[in-house]
């Protein structure tokens, strides 16, 4: 069965950083576009960053230049640094696996979910 864990979420002050990571479990999605998206109380789903299999990135512009998605194919694991955080940056952050290995801004593109942490920044 295919599982993808997230860590990392935390509580943190404007301007700090965080990193997330996200565990795949199940299978490897070495040859699979792997995504971040995030969700905010009362707000629909939104994409945050991408990277396809062979490690293009796309980014919301949101988060440009303050976010980078990065992958270890050898560990099955994604990462998405996060920097200069900001308040309208609190949500609940979750990987994706997509089914092709080219990444995209739609959720339907992405087949395998994981449960989401949270991401909490304090003014």
């Known amino acids: 069965q295919v599982h993808l864990v997230e860590s990392g979420g935390d509580l943190v002050q404007v301007g700090g950083s965080l990193r997330l990571s996200c565990a795949a479990s199940?299978?490897?999605?070495?040859?699979?576009?792997m995504g971040w998206f995030r969700q905010a109380p009362g707000k629909e789903r939104e994409f945050v960053a991408g990277?396809?299999?062979?490690?293009?990135?796309l980014y919301a512009d949101s988060v440009k230049g303050r976010f980078t998605i990065s992958r270890d194919n050898g560990k099955d694991e994604v990462y998405l640094q996060m920097n200069t955080l900001r308040p309208e940056d609190t949500a609940v952050y979750y990987c994706?696996?997509?089914?092709?290995?080219?990444?995209?801004?739609?959720?339907?593109?992405?087949?395998?979910w994981g449960q989401g942490t949270q991401v909490t920044v304090s003014s």
């Open positions: 994706a696996a997509s089914g092709t290995a080219e990444a995209g801004f739609a959720s339907y593109e992405y087949l395998y």
């Open positions: 199940g299978r490897s999605f070495a040859t699979n576009a």
């Open positions: 990277i396809t299999a062979s490690s293009w990135t």
